[in-house]
């Protein structure tokens, strides 16, 4: 049974462009969350999907927006990137809205220059 | 704001001590209290977790002790060994089914 799986493994942009992050999660879960982890930070919610709707967000501005597909993959948007943007993006899933537990993937390394 | 607070930043422990984490919330709302583990280039793995209606939960060498009055919870990894070095994560879960992370601990067990 696979786990969580993210896709790429590390990204490098420069500032200004746009990114996509790939996330499917683990078999029987459907409901995908998405955090940023900076380096020596822990993880920052940013938004959570379920039914293929946004149900929770964070506190990130709208140059992050996601996606959620009928399979219950997920992907994560950033437009205009900062360099601030670099960190460890990480993708969380569960079975339902309401489990606690939620397994993470490896998480994606995005360096913008 | 940090809505939830967690001590210390590192943690140096001999093999076979007791490594000892702190982490503090403010928000009544949290109903679910996890510590996660994660090892450098790998996403956090969930370790023990617990309710805030139990004061203790033990699972192996891991144990959580819980203080709802005080609004305090703790990790204590007993027997400490060299493959436990990594950072350790706490976190809550609100109402709202969102959750919060400490800023994490670098643990190093010396052998």
């Known amino acids: 049974d696979a786990g969580v799986t993210q896709s790429p493994t590390h990204l490098i942009k420069t500032r200004g462009q746009q990114v996509t992050l790939r996330c499917s999660p683990k078999?029987?879960?459907?409901?995908v969350s998405w955090y940023q982890q900076a380096l020596g930070q822990g993880p920052q919610f940013i938004f959570q999907?379920?039914?293929?709707?946004?149900?929770q967000r964070g506190n990130f501005p709208d140059r992050f927006s996601g996606h959620q597909f009928p399979n219950y993959s997920s992907e994560l948007n950033v437009n205009a990137l900062l360099l601030g943007d670099s960190a460890l993006y990480l993708c969380?899933?569960?079975?339902?809205?309401?489990?606690?537990?939620?397994?993470f993937g490896p998480g994606t390394r995005l360096l913008v220059l | 704001q940090q809505q939830v607070k967690q001590s210390p930043q590192s943690l140096i422990v001999q093999k076979g001590g007791i490594s000892i984490i702190n982490c503090a919330y403010e928000n009544t709302a949290f109903d679910y209290f996890p510590w996660y583990q994660q090892f450098p280039g790998k996403g956090p793995a969930l370790l023990i977790a617990?309710?805030?209606?139990?004061s203790e939960k033990k699972e192996g060498r891991f144990t959580i002790s819980f203080n709802k009055s005080a609004k305090q919870f703790s990790l204590h990894i007993m027997d400490s060994q060299p493959g436990d070095s990594a950072t350790y994560f706490c976190a809550a879960l609100n109402t709202g089914n969102q959750f919060y992370f400490g800023t994490g601990t670098s643990l190093t067990v010396i052998p």
């Open positions: 617990i309710r805030p209606d139990v």
């Open positions: 999907y379920y039914e293929e709707e946004e149900r």
């Open positions: 969380a899933s569960r079975r339902g809205l309401s489990q606690e537990t939620q397994y």
């Open positions: 078999s029987g879960h459907d409901t």
